[in-house]
């Protein structure tokens, strides 16, 4: 079993059950990998049925027991039932926390802020100016690429140049399989902020790669602005998407419209041209291989 349905969870929890394991997943959330973008979610979770793992949303846990061999844990569903899973081990995964207990931050005159945080300013520089903190000891996403990011920014910034770090370009990547990764908006966030935007999306089973790999389930979003056609977002699921993110975050980076990237020679036979396909949907819906 396993008590969340985030990142951590799931990467583990497929590998549970590519290793034999019956795995039962518990959210809290309506959907898995909340953060992320809802169609991404919904792929997903098509996926893991398929392969045999349960998935259980919009349950509350409220207890977790072991007697003897059995783990029981025990949850409320949204029509306020309380349901029981039983198996041999739980995983908790339900998120991660700044790791700066123990430091003695105190003793330099260092504050946190009630999640443990060290706190900074736009700079990343703590209250004391000769010392500055990144990665997973201040705000943001914990993640690896984000904190080399910061250590870079510091080290410029340090040297008296002027660096500058875009955090809505800060990719997110589930290393399941398929792959899921997402950079920039997700579409609850730009109908939230009353922005106008269209949709491209491509299936991954229309690539002749993915045909010729079988990896047919996936497919990428781009979501670009109705009148700029600049893209504000883009989300996939797929094989070998964890590589690909990194062509929409250039793109991104530079300000490109989803027709840029349309015009944009892509390999045949590759994954890549889901992104070229994606484009060309969302620029008046004339992708070409559906």
Known sequence: MVVG???????????????????????????????MDAGLSKELTKVF??????????????????????????AENKKGENIKFEGDYCLISIGRSAYTDGLNLENIGLSTDKYGRIEVDKNLKTSIPNIYAIGDVVKGVMLAHKAEEEGVFVAEFINGQRPHINYNLIPGVVYTWPEVASVGYTEDQLKDS?????????????????????????????????????????????????????????AMEFKASAEDIARISHAHPTFSEAIKEAALAATENRAIHI
């Open 5 to 35: 349905g985030g990142v951590i969870g799931l990467e583990l929890g497929q590998v549970y059950s590519r290793l034999g394991a019956k795995v039962t997943v518990i959210e809290y959330q309506d959907r898995i990998i909340p953060n």
């Open 49 to 74: 049925k398929k392969s045999g793992i349960k998935i259980n949303t919009s349950h509350k846990v409220t207890s977790i027991e072991r007697n003897d061999n059995l783990v029981v844990v025990s």
């Open 194 to 250: 009353n922005k106008n935007y269209k949709v491209g999306q491509f299936p991954m089973r229309a690539l002749g790669r993915s045909r010729a790999s079988s990896d047919l389930d996936g497919f990428v979003k781009i979501l670009a602005d109705s009148e700029s056609d600049e893209i504000l977002g883009i989300h996939m699921i797929g094989a070998r998407c964890a590589d690909l993110i990194s062509e929409a975050v250039v």
